[in-house]
């Protein structure tokens, strides 16, 4: 395509450089377009210096929840660099990982994340640049827009773990990534009179998305520094028209709004929940809670982004629906000989779309594995419904989703099993009212040795993201096992659920 999504974005402000682009909340800044694109030009002087990695030119993203966390996305496109988002929520040696395997030769960090992400770039030779540091002009030359044709070039990469339990950079063009923000302003309605509330970490490329396809299109966006139930129900009632929330953070805004009796929510227009299953209570709920807006669900996944979306009805809730393929999105589900399955037969669901990643960065067998038939696959369970809606029933590889994050089970066990007491060790997503699931590990320590719970999850969070640890570690003497020794993870859910 001609223009990236920076230079829509671009437009926006050449149009209404007086509007406002985006407030940040407690307390933070307030940008017009004018000035975030003053902004951008500024950031995207210093990306620019970006050195070549064996992946071409990668710029880390390390930073706290504010105006650069997006408008470093676009420096990154104006400057010719693939942006790296990392979560802040990673350990330290997570975030080396990423580093070095996306082979970033500079490190974009500020804010608490400064030292430690300092630290990082420091011992990969990487460029360490503050954003503190990146002063601001008043003004900025007009763009010339249309000339770089950079759509087929790397345009970012979201680090998703995999049954390896190291995580993989998955890329997306600039056309592909510009394509699906598209897709979504069209899906989900966007206009310019929208407010967007950004209640969820833009190092997460759905939050990201959106908040750039809020402003290609002139709508409003107000970002939470971190989540707090109080300050998104306060927004939600006097602002903000337009949120995507995980199902956790529901069920606390649910909490808060029950605590003060249940006030009126006017504002909120629409909407999104994903990025975990939900029951049915708890869509009912927030019908009841959200009056005034539409309440949707969308499904998807990083490499193949959303692709189905449905809008809640009271009359025709069904569990585990995800809805219909939306636009541009072939959905097939296909069972275990490789072949499409019919309605009402469970099989692993697949995407063929004009928008799904480009690959895992230097990892094409990895790549090769996610397709069939020219689609993208999942690694989740789905079953089509004779009105053509999917439903969403398990998950294929042993994934975990806990608060909205994903939790891959090899992962942590990859940790738990460095711990020198520990001598096999399952990991199992439990149950859990509020965060939909709850990280748990099984364990039996080595002969002659014991394994204290505490201890355990201390070691994990010194190595693993707050979120992945271990909440409950249960010491056994032997993992329950199949006939062929494999570990039945579904007999340690058994044992566990029935367990105080």
Known sequence: ???????????????????????????????????????????????????????????????????????AYLACQMAGVAAVPISTRLAEPEIAFVVEDADAKLVLTGGVFAEMAGK???????????????????????????????????????????????????????????????????????????VMLVP??????????????????????????????GLALAELRAHCTFAFLVPAMTAMLEEEWRRLDKPSIDAFRFMISSGAPGPLSLTRTAMEMFHKAQVTEAYGWTEGGWVTFEVKHRDTLLAHSVGWPTFGNEVAVFNEAGDPCGVGEAGEVAVKSLTHFDGYLGRPEATEATRHRGYILSGDIGIWQADGRLCIVDRKKDMIISGGENVYTAEVERIVHEHPDVLEAAVVGLPHERWGEMVTAMVVPRAGAT??????????????????????????????????????????????????
């Open 451 to 500: 394994v204290n719970a505490a201890e355990l999850e201390l070691f994990c969070r010194e190595r693993l993201a707050g979120f992945k640890v271990p909440r409950r570690v249960e010491v056994v003497s032997e993992l329950p096992r199949n006939p062929m020794g494999k570990v039945q993870k579904f007999r340690i859910i058994e044992q566990l659920s029935g367990k105080d």
């Open 120 to 194: 990082v770039g420091a011992a990969h030779g990487a460029q360490v640049i503050r954003v503190e540091d990146v002063e601001t002009p008043g003004t900025a030359a007009r763009p010339v827009l249309g000339q770089a044709a950079r759509g087929t070039e790397p345009c970012v990469v979201g680090y998703t773990s995999g049954t390896t339990g190291f995580p993989k950079g998955a890329l997306y063009s600039n056309d592909h990534y510009l394509t699906a923000l598209m897709r979504w302003g069209w899906e989900f309605g966007l206009t310019a009179d929208q």
């Open 1 to 71: 395509m001609q223009f990236s999504i920076a230079e829509n974005i671009a437009i926006r402000a050449l149009a209404h450089p007086d509007r406002i682009a985006i407030e940040v909340l407690d307390g933070g800044s307030t940008l017009t377009y004018g000035q975030a694109w003053c902004r951008v030009t500024a950031l995207a002087g210093v990306l620019a210096t970006t050195a070549e990695g064996r992946h071409g030119r990668m710029a880390a993203l390390v930073l706290p929840n504010d105006a650069d966390a997006v408008l």
């Open 200 to 229: 969820g970490p833009l190092f997460h490329l759905s939050y990201a998305g959106l908040s750039m396809a809020a402003l290609c299109i002139g709508a409003r966006v107000r970002i939470m520094p971190e989540f707090s139930a």
